[in-house]
Antibody, heavy 122, light 109 residues
Framework: EVQLVESGGGVVRPGESLRLSCVASGFTFGEYGMSWVRQVPGKGLEWVSGINWNGKSTGYTDSVEGRFTISRDNAKNSLFLEMNSLRVDDTALYFC???????????????WGQGVLVTVSS | SYELTQPPSVSVSPGQTARITCSGD??????ANWYQQRPGQAPVVVIYKDTEKPSGIPERFSGSSSGTTATLTISGVQAEDEADYYCQSSDYMGKYPWVFGAGTKLTVL
């Protein structure tokens, strides 16, 4: 069974940092791209960041560019999101997702972890 | 930045057909994916690449796309289909950033 388990969430003050982790199991982690998607409670989904299978290609949504860094350790089946200079509007449930991809570079998210809550509050 | 537009809500009676649309300028060239999110649960992909259906998704779910609009169709809606539905795509050859629509709340009357 494919599983994604996030950890590292918590309550921090504006300007502080947090590192999210996601441990994958049930598939060959190093063969897939991965992403982080977040959701403010009661609101919609927002793609945050993505990384390709070998870590050499990354992308970010504009609002986190320069503050967040995505990375991975294929030997440990792990995905990370380093979040610096956190803001109140970064408060959300953060999902770790596996990226399905075909030979034409079309992508979709499957499956999703259960999410980890990040709260930024003074 | 690229945007995908969905209706905020759709309501249907059990057994009827629900259609949820997603509009975006790049959809003639880019596939759309659809996710179902029930309250308190993580999203699940129900349609990918416009029309493909993952194993385990009921037959009543289908997808289509024409021009700048992708459509998720649920035929013979059941009470368990009440959920939020999100479309997702990108604006150029699958490259970052990837974008979600704002979501559509499907209510089964």
């Amino acid at each position: 069974e494919v599983q994604l388990v996030e950890s590292g969430g918590g309550v921090v003050r504006p300007g502080e940092s947090l590192r999210l982790s996601c441990v994958a199991s049930g598939f060959t982690f190093g063969e897939y791209g991965m992403s982080w998607v977040r959701q403010v409670p009661g609101k919609g989904l927002e793609w945050v960041s993505g990384i390709n299978w070998n870590g050499k290609s990354t992308g970010y949504t504009d609002s986190v560019e320069g503050r967040f860094t995505i990375s991975r350790d294929n030997a440990k089946n792990s995905l990370f999101l380093e979040m610096n200079s956190l803001r109140v509007d970064d408060t959300a449930l953060y999902f770790c997702v596996r990226v399905g991809q075909d030979e034409s570079n079309n992508n979709w998210f499957d499956p999703w972890g259960q999410g980890v809550l990040v709260t930024v509050s003074s | 930045s690229y945007e995908l537009t969905q209706p905020p809500s759709v309501s249907v009676s059990p057994g009827q057909t629900a259609r949820i649309t997603c509009s975006g300028d790049a959809l003639p060239k880019q596939f759309a994916n659809w996710y179902q999110q029930r309250p308190g649960q993580a999203p699940v992909v129900v349609i990918y690449k416009d029309t493909e259906k993952p194993s385990g998704i009921p037959e009543r779910f289908s997808g289509s796309s024409s021009g700048t609009t992708a459509t998720l169709t649920i035929s013979g809606v059941q009470a368990e289909d009440e959920a939020d539905y999100y479309c997702q795509s990108s604006d150029y050859m699958g490259k970052y950033p990837w974008v979600f629509g704002a979501g559509t709340k499907l209510t089964v009357l």
